[in-house]
């Protein structure tokens, strides 16, 4: 009996070491890997790191339309690039031709009562004129001469009248063209088309959206517009040497060209697409040019960006 208790420790301890071996062998075993690009570094002795944002120089126009309706036709794709006045899309335009062609129609009766206005009034003057060409007064009374000037008073007014109605019919017949001119929307400057939201037959609301319709933009030069921590404002200078390393590659570099400092500080922006997050740090927004060319830079990527900073 002494002999099993003494053997049972012994036991517990070979136990233990085979566990502890079975342990070891099923861990994971992780080789070190070297990063698929080298992360970011500054190649100033006093940095200012910031996170920029690539943007057009013209800054993103967002496309609305003056009206509202259906679109009938789409004349540009993303991508594309126009010139300044050039036509991105036209809505449908056939219930205001139906009220051009009844514009048209209402200034022709216009005129054509100006007409009936002038002949009356030519034909009232030569009544009047006969009137006061008898040389014995006596045969004609004052009141028919009386008669006679008012009517030619009436026509004249009646005249007015009906070249005011064609007036009036001119500018019915111009609003109606302007409204038919407004439906196709158009380049406000000479840039490339970045996105197309909009489709022919889908309905475009007029004013404010939340998604615009077209994004369109200056790409020739490309700007950063660069976050800077307000805590760093002061450090940054105007003619401090700057350089963007695109997130995620930082072998794709290019240096900047000063444009101007954004004099208001606003907060920082959040990137991730929540509409719900909260970031209470604020940014002095600071342009730059990108100046190297480079067809991997895009709209609205992101860089990050190493400004030469005091001490």
């Not at 339309?65 to 259906?70: A, K, P, R």
């Not at 205001?96 to 062609?101: P, V």
């Not at 200078?237 to 997130?247: C, D, E, G, K, Y």
């Amino acid at each position: 009996m002494k002999k099993r208790i003494s053997i049972l420790p012994i036991i517990a301890i070979i136990v233990a070491i085979v566990a502890a071996v079975a342990v070891a062998s099923m861990q994971p075993r992780r080789k070190p890997t070297d990063p698929p690009a080298p992360p970011p570094a500054s190649q100033f002795q006093h940095t200012v790191a910031a996170v920029g944002l690539i943007e057009s120089s013209s800054e993103n126009i967002r496309i609305g339309s003056h009206l509202s309706g259906i679109v009938d036709e789409v004349k540009v794709r993303a991508g594309d690039n126009v010139a300044a006045g050039a036509p991105l899309f036209r809505l449908d335009t056939r219930q205001l031709r139906a009220m051009l062609a009844d514009a048209n129609a209402a200034l022709e009766v216009a005129k054509s009562g100006v007409d009936v206005a002038d002949a009356t009034l030519a034909d009232t003057r030569q009544q009047l004129d006969l009137v006061l060409a008898v040389h014995d007064q006596r045969a004609v009374s004052e009141d028919d001469v009386q008669r006679r000037r008012h009517a030619l008073a009436t026509a004249a007014a009646r005249l007015a009248q009906s070249r005011a109605a064609v007036k009036a019919a001119e500018a019915e017949r111009d609003r109606v063209q302007v409204e038919i001119d407004r439906s196709t929307v158009r380049a406000p400057i000479a840039g490339s088309v970045l996105k197309v939201n909009v489709r022919a037959g889908e309905f475009a609301a007029a004013g404010a959206l939340a998604e615009p319709l077209i994004i369109l933009g200056n790409i020739q030069p490309l700007y950063v517009r660069v976050d800077v921590d307000e805590h760093e404002a002061a450090r940054v200078r105007p003619q401090a040497t700057a350089v963007a390393a695109l997130r995620g590659d930082a072998s794709i570099r290019s240096p900047l060209r000063f444009v101007r400092i954004e004099p208001l500080v606003v907060p920082k922006r959040a990137l991730t697409g929540d509409s719900s997050e909260r970031v209470d740090t604020r940014v002095l927004q600071v342009i730059y040019e990108i100046e190297r060319g480079d067809s991997r830079f895009f709209v609205g990527q992101q860089m990050d960006v190493f400004i030469e900073g005091q001490s």
